[in-house]
């Protein structure tokens, strides 16, 4: 006879941080209630040492930890070390992957994203999502000569300027780098460090503390939690070969095909040379590799790894077979503005969601570590006030998009429609810029700040938080925003 089905009036699944964020809050407004949290990994994630940046800016450490710490701190979250591999919306019924059933009153999806892949099952190409796929990916780098990087997000922007001691060829499908997050002129501004000594790495890492302990129960690691700010402090992305760094961006490009070594053999072609300065010269590459990409421009680059840093795919397949999910253009379960799902009672929050709300001017989806952890805290509160009736604003974090990084060691602030995004042609730039020391990108409309990139500390980002949140007619002081004479915080006091 089948075990009867456990019962919790709140399930969430997914232990990364949308998922932990969401059952927290829920165990703090309901704790006389189970929640159930059920996830694939055996670590969970917890956000600790919340730092207010700006009104809608949050930074924050993260560490993985054990479920036992998150249940002593929140008795009635019970986290089970469990995939889901069915989601019967009808009966209101997960099925895990041992065979357990688990019936939910109401529902959160958090399992995440995974990395898409510019080919499947072959041994030279990695993606790095979680913990195992970043030491997976160190081992490979640690006897490499050179090194592919496939894509332009944030991965492959920390990536190339991470790795040590051996060649990289960068392959990028946009005119400049780091395209996702801002233009060519900031990537102009950025590539000089590509070159540069970097400074030596923190004694202690300052964010991220992650683990290396597999922990029981860990079989498979293609469903691990993302990884997120800082997570290659720590790790040794050094080669062991003696070459400086060097590095070779490939622009309009993408990957046609990658071959193995006798595959490329047998082509009888001949691949493209890349030099210690960093560029191709007309002369063949002499070494063999053990794998080749050919890339739509032509050339073919040998090499002994390749990364495929292209972008993520949301972890839907569980839940969507057999029920009538609707998905965004990007796969996501797409949601509304209080985090519903098309399927009655099912909510989704972070990477595995597509936010199907019309947006507020400047706010506009990416899947990052502050949003999982906005939209994990929203979803709760949206749970909360459905089930007890009540009505719920969007929460203010979604009226202005806040991102805060570190791009080859300039800190990075991204405000609002920082690249002009959906503004059309009907939008002008005001760049300031001191080499090596500051880049500030202000993007107007009709008099008003629309957006605005700041690399470096350039203590701007409050002033320009407030003038794009009031959108107040700045015709008036347009010479003055960027002049470094003027002290703006003052005048718009
Ligand atoms: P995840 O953290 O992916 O968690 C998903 C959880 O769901 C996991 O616990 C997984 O085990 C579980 N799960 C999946 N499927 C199932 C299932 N079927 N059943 C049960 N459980 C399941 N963001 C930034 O803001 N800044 C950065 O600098 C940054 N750098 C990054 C660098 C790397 C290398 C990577 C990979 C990501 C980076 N990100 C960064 C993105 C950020 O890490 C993610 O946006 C964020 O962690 C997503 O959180 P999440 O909770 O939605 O998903």
């Known amino acids: 006879m089948a075990a009867a089905a456990r019962r919790g009036k709140f399930v969430v699944v997914g232990g990364g941080i949308a998922g932990v964020t969401c059952a927290e809050q829920l165990s703090l407004q309901f704790p006389a209630d189970l929640v159930y949290l059920l996830t694939a990994a055996p670590l969970i994630k917890a956000v600790t040492n919340v730092k207010q940046v700006l009104r809608t800016l949050e930074e924050f450490d993260v560490e993985e930890q054990t479920s036992g710490a998150l249940q002593s701190q929140y008795p009635n979250i019970k986290v089970v070390h469990s995939a889901v591999k069915e989601l019967k919306a009808d009966e209101q019924t997960l099925i895990t992957e041992d065979g357990t059933q688990y019936r939910y009153e109401q529902l959160c999806v958090c399992a995440g994203a995974r990395p898409r892949l510019i080919v499947e099952g072959n041994p030279y190409v990695l993606g790095i999502r979680d913990t195992d796929s970043a030491r997976t990916f160190q081992q490979h780098l640690a006897r490499a000569r050179r090194v592919l990087v496939v894509g332009n997000g944030g991965i492959a922007l920390e990536l190339v300027y991470e790795m040590e001691s051996c060649e990289v060829v960068w392959a990028i499908k946009d005119k400049s780098i780091g395209n996702a997050y801002f233009d060519a002129g900031a990537a102009e501004f950025l590539i000089p460090q590509l070159k540069a000594e970097k400074p030596p790495p923190p004694l202690t890492c300052k964010r991220m503390k992650y683990t290396t302990d597999r922990g029981a129960g860990w079989e498979d690691g293609r469903l691990g939690s993302a990884l997120g700010p800082d997570w290659?402090?720590?790790?040794?992305?050094?080669?062991?070969?003696?070459?400086?760094?060097?590095?070779?961006?490939?622009?309009?490009?993408?990957?046609?095909?990658?071959?193995?070594?006798?595959?490329f053999m047998a082509l009888n072609v001949s691949a493209s040379f890349v030099h210690e300065e960093g560029k191709d010269s007309a002369t063949s590459d002499p070494v063999e590799w053990p794998v080749y990409a050919e890339l739509t421009s032509g050339k073919i680059f040998g090499c002994d790894l390749i990364v495929s840093a292209t972008g993520v795919f949301p972890n839907v397949e569980p839940f969507v077979s057999g029920n009538n999910f609707t998905l965004g253009e990007d796969g996501g379960l797409k949601v509304d503005d209080h985090m519903r799902t098309s399927v009655r009672d099912v909510y989704a929050a972070g990477d595995v969601c597509t936010a199907g709300w019309t947006p507020s001017p400047h706010w506009q989806q990416m899947r990052l570590w502050t949003q999982a952890r906005q939209m994990g805290w929203y979803a709760a509160k949206c749970m909360a006030a459905d089930r007890l009736g009540?009505?719920?604003?969007?929460?203010?974090?979604?009226?202005?998009?806040?991102?805060?990084?570190?791009?080859?060691?300039?800190?990075?602030?991204l405000l609002g429609k920082y690249n002009a995004q959906g503004l059309g042609t009907d939008h002008e730039l005001l760049l300031r810029c001191t080499k090596g020391r500051e880049y500030v990108k202000v993007v107007m409309q009709g008099g008003r700040m629309m957006g605005a990139v700041l690399l470096g500390e350039t203590d701007l980002e409050e002033t320009f938080e407030n003038l794009i949140l009031n959108q107040m007619d700045l015709s008036s002081f347009r010479e003055d925003l960027l002049d470094p004479n003027v002290d703006i915080e003052d005048y718009f006091d």
């Open 232 to 263: 290659h402090e720590g790790m040794n992305l050094r080669a062991a070969h003696e070459i400086s760094r060097c590095v070779h961006i490939e622009a309009e490009c993408e990957v046609r095909r990658v071959l193995l070594h006798q595959e």
């Open 390 to 413: 009540e009505t719920i604003e969007m929460d203010f974090c979604f009226e202005l998009f806040a991102h805060v990084t570190k791009f080859f060691n300039y800190k990075v602030i």
